[in-house]
């Protein structure tokens, strides 16, 4: 029988999908689905495959509960999407990312360390390195240093240090993938692309930070999961490798294509005050992963935003009543301070 694989944040965007993806490429091995169903999680996500995993509701950062899950499925890989991840939340609430992101990370890990997992998989982001200048030829290495500028990417920069010395440490097998901005379907509609596109279906404004010519590096959710893949049954012990496409996008850019697939008007785009700490630009060299491992998207930036546009459009029932839980209003920043009357409760 194949060895079970447990994925953590598993109710959250990038989990749900990775569950799906995992289901449908390795049939043959069994799934746990750990989530401890915060605002962001929705088992909901989970649906296609309820019936073929196995959900346990519990937060990584109790390190007994996961000890518990681990050796009562007798699990030998992890993979860690479990995280706080909305910057802006970030800005309000620091203390919620660095319990998870950190702490959590390394109660996950001293889990796994007295469980026998003999896999670790962490998943992390660009945004550790900090911000590279808008006119840059440079791009970030595996190699590059870890100068995160913002609560959020500093929380997740601790988690990938704490990754690293578990594994240098006390031998615990481990690779670490640093990814660009995802999109794709189920995720929570608070970031900028199902933001925008559930504002623009309510004919409400597209809230566009003030910085308009900031740019992200995009990657289709799926091909992410693919990299993933690849890292898990062909990365080498405590090795990093980058996932991103080399396709930017400014924010504005986004929003005229959402717009455009929708056939709305441009007047529907308002500015507002950029959030502290907005990183200008961030882009990755992903060199490493198509070398070694043969990797590459399969999805373009332009076909898989407006396959997600649509599949929010034709999928209203999943995301109208996510609204009433979004965290923080974008448009209320207030000259780089805190929202006035953004949080839902």
């Not at 799934?31 to 169903?37: H, K, R």
């Not at 982001?125 to 840059?136: H, I, N, P, W």
């Not at 546009?309 to 974008?330: S, T």
Request: charged share 20%; glycine share 8%; net charge negative.
């Amino acid at each position: 029988m194949a060895p079970t694989i447990a994925v953590t944040g598993a109710a959250g965007f990038i989990g749900s999908n990775f569950v799906r993806y995992w289901r449908s490429a390795h049939p043959e091995q069994a799934i746990v689905a750990v989530d401890a169903l915060t605002y962001a999680g929705n088992v909901r996500n989970l649906d296609e495959v309820r019936a073929e995993i196995v959900f346990e509701q519990a937060d990584i950062a109790d390190e007994e509960a996961m000890t518990r899950i681990l050796r009562g499925h007798r699990v030998d890989t992890v993979v860690n999407f479990a995280a706080e991840t909305h910057n802006s939340l970030a800005v309000l609430e620091p203390a919620r990312f660095f319990r998870t992101n950190v702490l959590g990370t390394q109660a996950l890990l001293e889990a796994c360390r007295r469980a026998g997992v003999s896999r670790f998989h962490q998943v992390s982001t660009c945004e550790v390195y900090g911000d590279l200048a808008l006119d840059s030829p440079e791009s970030f290495t595996e190699s590059s240093p870890y100068r995160p500028r913002t609560p959020y990417s500093a929380s997740k920069a601790g988690g990938d240090h704490v990754v690293r010395c578990y594994h240098t440490t006390f031998g615990l097998p481990v690779t670490i993938s640093n990814c660009a901005n995802n999109y794709g379907p189920y995720q929570f509609p608070e970031k900028v692309l199902p933001l925008f596109i559930t504002n623009a279906l309510a004919g409400l404004p597209l809230p566009l930070y003030a910085s308009t010519g900031n740019r992200r590096e995009w990657i289709s959710v799926i091909d992410h999961c693919r990299a993933i893949d690849l890292i898990l049954t062909r990365g080498e012990i405590g090795e990093t490798y980058h996932v991103g496409t080399g396709e930017e996008a400014t924010i504005e850019e986004i929003a005229d294509l959402v717009l455009d697939e929708l056939g709305l008007p441009a007047t529907l785009k308002t500015l507002v005050p950029d959030r502290p700490g907005h990183d200008r630009r961030y882009l990755l060299d992903t060199g490493k992963l198509r070398r070694t491992l043969g990797w590459a998207p399969q999805v373009s930036f332009e076909q898989g935003v407006r396959e997600t546009i649509r599949w929010y459009r034709n999928n209203r029932a999943w995301w109208e009543p996510l609204l009433a839980h979004r965290r923080i209003a974008e448009e209320s920043w207030q000259g780089g301070q805190e929202p006035t009357g953004a949080l839902a409760g």
